[in-house]
């Protein structure tokens, strides 16, 4: 179905139902002014055209209003996380309630760590993937010492078997059944940020559920690359961060993700801050001290929120929600990452493989690819023919043609390029 002909990615480009998208992005440019390969969405996603209006917007909003902003603008600030709740429910498949719009991912993990990692004398454990990504370990691990605990004897660590590079489900649930009595939480990326591999969220959960273990995913990789579905899979709860393949910029707002169950229970104990109290009593703070938390999500908000971080994720929102669901996307991803992994082996090289899974249900847009030979020059030769793709020591390519602005003919020329590295 596929085919290595220029003419063949030309016609398949012309026919993508999505291809106007990609219009919708400013596309950075090379030297030679013409629009970098840019296979770095998995880690800063391309500005949306609209985010500057936006931006400028809550600017003039400033201006013009000061402080009545908070509730005169169009979308007033005091609720402005209200804005972004729906179409955050649907990238990731919960119920409004149990999302909220809030700080960065991993303040986020550590809130959401205070309130289900309640380790006991015998259940203090915590179960993740190895390698997570370092900002994960540091906050898992000082959660451990924070309780008083040593990560040496509390953290235990999923890893793929000798000579493989992805981890096994069997193997992750044979480790939750082995330390069944003594995990207090399971903590897994839904997509690894270092091999691509997807997890497969909804049997880590059921495994762990059975073994009365929380669970949380952290879906930095995960969330508008994959279709997710939080709410029927019994995530207990979930963070991601909005730069990826959200497209929100630098640092923009994270979300969180608390599973109904437990976000109507106003009961959890929390770190708390006046917008996760009750806007009715918000107000009174001084007259009834007492913190009640909204029974939702929102009861794990802190601040009030930030506009500016905030409003280009509502340009990106409405983009995604232009494109009729992450089903239609995936279903593009699926062909282009496809389409990349069929040109890799076409080339056949003996001096790079792909660590990332190749079935596509175990993995979402990024291919991770090791340099058998001078790892840094090819990234180099890539990066002077005008490829945006990072490298991770010591030898690994990460590409991540992203669906709403990358192309097959992107994807061609980048084998093209990579074939001519002998
Ligand atoms: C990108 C990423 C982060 C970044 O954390 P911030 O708090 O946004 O700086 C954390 N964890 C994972 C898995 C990531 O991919």
Known sequence: MFSVDEKFVCDIDAQDPLRDFRDCFHLPL???????????GNSLGLMPKSARQILDEELDNWAKFGVDAHHAAGTPWYSYHEALRNPTARLAGAQPIEVICMNSLTVNLHLMMATFYRPTKSRFKVLMEDPAFPSDTYAIKTQIAHHGLDPKDALILARPRNGEFTIRTEDIIDLIEKHADHLALVMFAGVNFFTGQM???AAITAAAHKCGIIVGFDLAHAIGNVPLLLHDWNVDFAVWCSYKYLNAGPGAIAGAFVHERHATNTKLPRLAGWFGNDPNTRFRLHLEPEFIPVPSADGWQISNPPIFSMAPLRASLSIFDEVGGMERLRAKSIKLT????????????????????GDPNARGCQLSIVAHQHPKELHNELVAAGVKCDFREPNVIRVA?????STFHEVWRFAQILSEHQ
């Open 199 to 201: 997890f497969h969220i």
């Open 401 to 405: 043609p992203t669906p709403l602005y």
């Open 30 to 40: 090379g030297k030679d002014g013409k629009p970098l390969i840019y296979f770095a």
């Open 338 to 357: 496809g389409y990349l992994e069929f040109l890799l082996m076409e080339i056949g090289s003996k001096k790079f493989s792909v660590i990332t899974p």
